[in-house]
């Protein structure tokens, strides 16, 4: 398949200049036709008010600790200061286990696994109800996608005592994931708030291939591991992207999960922020700098990856 | 904990990462591998199916440490597995490949999901440590004592509110930029407190509501505000009972992007010939407003409003952030987690259902709405 591109025709200046006009007035009409300059000012005054408190922390961030407590940031013409300090005395900041930099890679190293083993997971279970025929699929498919409906609220507690004793019920069946203090109650629970989403959105994608393609790949002998992952997986990677970026946010967002899972020498930046609030309320310069650090990677993904961005945030928003 | 886990933690943060991703990939790979030669006829795949069968769970349970006894009934359980996959109407290997691929996904589910939330529906009837059944003691407690009376009493502010308002905004802001120039970034600026975190946001907007005594320079940019116009700085998040809605202006900032890009996919959904006629039976653009374009995006409008509804019941990392329930402002969530973090596990589980119960009905009819709109489109 090509594409149509379009053929530059031998035209004079005056004649393109022409055609130029003809090709926008038609939606300059429109426009002046649907936006009056009232709106055009309650939407820019809705934009600044919504801009301004973050871009305030920013400035904020970078300014003497001194100034930032006597004088307000929009008087930094006046006021004028510029420090890299903040960032460097939050970093280490925090309490008797760990600093900011460390929760910074904490926080790497708990998002990464937890974003992307759910992932894989989902995406087998998605191919199973969509490509693989079993008795009480439908059933099956609705209880998991019912399963949404579970406040997170609802399972921390039970979840945190099958963590740390290890017993089902009363009855041991693993040894206490606690005592070490790693990182793996928080990607397992992770994992596990994160698969009915998954397993749901991932199935509507995997669904739509096209059954010819999974047909023509049965028939040249390939079993459901080869289709699954020459087939699904490539073909369904814009999805998975998306629903990556989603949860890759999720994690890198949440703090109930990890206040409850991830305690001590593994919290997480937001958790530590957190206590940094409650501890040192009123040192803003400290506050500015490390909120600005905290919001700084997913403000990366978003500008970088605005497409994916959107669809998985659209697609997710009623988790949690 | 077992010693892969061990080993594990005591290695440094980063290099645990690529660890526990390439060890689960190489379970994916083995899962797919075993999937795929499954079906296979003859001997030697029999066996191979066995020894899956029986070593895969004694391996899982032993790397996840286990004890001895619990792996082997796992063992045993692989073994009954084995027999009824290669009994199995739909020839030996059809169970196998099932398994592998919604194992996994349906072990973790129950895990995580479900025996958890029946044990809490338990728990919210027993007394804090869980030990005395005391019937519906518990809930009683919430719907009686005046603070707890105030947290339910404050959700439901905030359920009223949030959505209302930051649907409200977010229509105004996409009918407002809808074909105007630079769209794409007017979207930008309001979609974008969306990637940041409520913990963020909180400072964010604590630093908007930070108040200084009279006498000295105000930090704080709506103090300043005040104090421009005249006024006295006011402590916004002290006040009762206005505090709660400070609290809420938050979760609209973050909000009102979400209506703001679902409500403008939908108005230019809205068809050009139904404006245009309305524009020629001489409506004004408020009447084309009210009687085109909002009963052209009715659907969208509801599952916007539901889906913020759900995020204002379960609102906790503001609050906790914020003001952590001081001042009357607690909600139902943070509640839940004050009363575990208090030991009182009892109530703790009863606010858990009690939200459970509140989301309940808006989820059911935010996911037969979303659904209705597929069917649309």
Same mark, same amino acid.
């Given at each position: ?6 053929? $530059? ?51 904020? *961030? ?104 290890? $017993? ?38 995997? *669904? ?108 997710? *928003?009623?988790?949690? | 904990? =077992?010693?892969?886990?061990? %080993? ?15 060890? &689960? ?75 592998? &691929? ?44 005046? /603070? ?9 502010? %905030? ?20 074909? =105007? ?33 009279? /006498? ?25 009972? %206005? ?29 050009? /010939? ?99 709109? !597929?069917?649309? !489109?």
């Amino acid at each position: 398949m090509s594409a149509v591109v379009p053929v $530059e025709l031998p035209i004079d200046a005056d004649t393109e200049k022409q055609l130029r006009r003809g090709e926008d007035s038609a939606p300059r009409r429109t426009k002046r036709r649907l936006t009056s300059r009232g709106a055009t000012i309650a939407a820019l005054l809705i934009a600044v008010l919504w801009t301004v408190p973050t871009f305030g922390l920013f400035v904020s *961030s970078f300014r003497p600790a001194q100034q930032v407590r006597t004088t307000g940031w929009w008087t930094i013409f006046e006021n004028w200061g510029f420090t890299f300090d903040n960032y460097g005395e939050v970093l280490k900041a925090g309490n008797s286990q760990i600093d900011l930099a460390g929760a910074f890679i904490n926080s790497i190293a708990i998002t990464l696994p937890a974003t992307l083993i759910p992932l894989m997971i989902a995406s087998l279970a998605a191919y199973a109800f969509a490509w693989i025929d079993f008795r009480g699929k439908d059933i099956m498919f609705i209880a998991v996608f019912a399963l949404q409906i579970v406040p997170i609220q609802m399972v921390l507690v039970p979840l945190l005592q099958y963590f740390s004793r290890g $017993e089902l019920f009363g009855f041991p069946v693993v040894e206490s994931l606690t005592e070490g203090g790693g990182y793996a109650q928080v990607w397992i629970a992770h994992t596990m708030f994160a698969l009915p989403l998954a397993i749901f959105l991932l199935h509507n994608f995997v *669904s739509e291939i096209p059954r010819e393609v999974i047909e023509a790949a049965r028939v040249d002998g390939a079993g459901h591991g080869q289709i699954f992952f020459r087939i699904i997986i490539p073909l369904t990677m814009p999805s998975l992207a998306a629903f990556a970026i989603f949860q890759f946010l999720w994690v890198w967002n949440d703090l109930l999960v990890a206040l409850v899972f991830a305690d001590g020498a593994v919290a997480p930046m937001t958790k530590l922020l957190a206590e940094i609030t409650g501890t040192r309320g009123q040192d803003w310069h400290l506050l500015t700098a490390g909120a600005f650090i905290s919001i700084l990677v997913p403000l990366i993904v978003f500008f970088a990856l605005q497409r994916y961005f959107v669809r998985g945030l659209l697609a997710g *928003s009623t988790k949690g | 904990m =077992s010693a892969f886990f061990t %080993w594990l933690a005591g290695l440094p943060p980063l290099a645990q990462v690529p660890i526990v991703i390439l060890v &689960f990939a190489v379970v994916v790979a083995a899962i797919l591998f075993f999937v795929e030669i499954a079906p296979r006829s003859g001997r030697i795949y029999t066996i191979i199916r066995l020894a899956v069968c029986i070593l895969g769970p004694l391996a899982i349970l032993l790397i996840v440490g286990s004890y001895w006894w619990a792996a082997a009934a796992a063992a045993v359980l692989g073994g009954v597995f084995f027999l009824l996959d290669y009994r199995s109407k739909q020839g030996a290997g059809y169970l196998f490949q099932l398994f592998g &691929f919604l194992g996994p996904a349906v072990l973790l589910l129950t895990l995580g999901l479900i025996l958890p939330s029946i044990q809490t529906i338990v728990q919210s009837m027993m007394n804090s440590r869980g030990e005395r059944f005391v019937g519906f003691e518990n809930f009683i407690w919430i719907f009686t004592q005046p /603070e707890a009376i105030r947290t339910v009493g404050n959700t439901i502010i %905030w359920v009223l509110v949030a959505p209302i308002v930051s649907t409200i905004a977010g229509l105004a802001y996409a009918v407002f930029i809808d074909k =105007s120039r630079g769209e794409k970034y007017f979207k930008i600026l309001v979609f974008m407190p969306m990637a940041i975190s409520f913990v963020g946001a909180s400072i964010i907007w604590r630093f908007v509501y930070t108040a200084r005594p009279a /006498e000295q320079n105000q930090i704080g940019l709506l103090n300043q505000v005040v104090v421009w116009f005249g006024g006295e700085p006011v402590s916004f998040l002290a006040v009762e009972p %206005w505090n709660t809605f400070f609290l809420i202006v938050v979760l609209i900032w973050v909000q009102t992007g979400f209506a703001m890009v679902i409500l403008s996919a939908a108005i230019k959904g809205v068809p050009t /010939e139904q404006v245009e006629a309305a524009e020629l039976d001489g409506t004004n653009g408020w009447q084309r407003f009210t009687n085109v374009t909002v009963p052209g995006i009715r659907s969208s409008l509801i599952v916007v409003l539901t889906t913020i509804s759900i995020a204002s019941l379960k609102v906790f990392d503001i609050v906790r952030t914020m003001t952590a329930g001081a001042n009357d402002t607690s909600v139902i969530a943070n509640e839940m987690y004050t009363q575990f973090k208090n030991f009182e596990q009892g109530r703790s589980a009863a606010f858990a259902v009690v939200l459970f119960l509140l989301v309940l009905p808006i989820v059911v009819y935010n996911a037969r709405q979303i659904k209705k709109q !597929r069917e649309i !489109r």
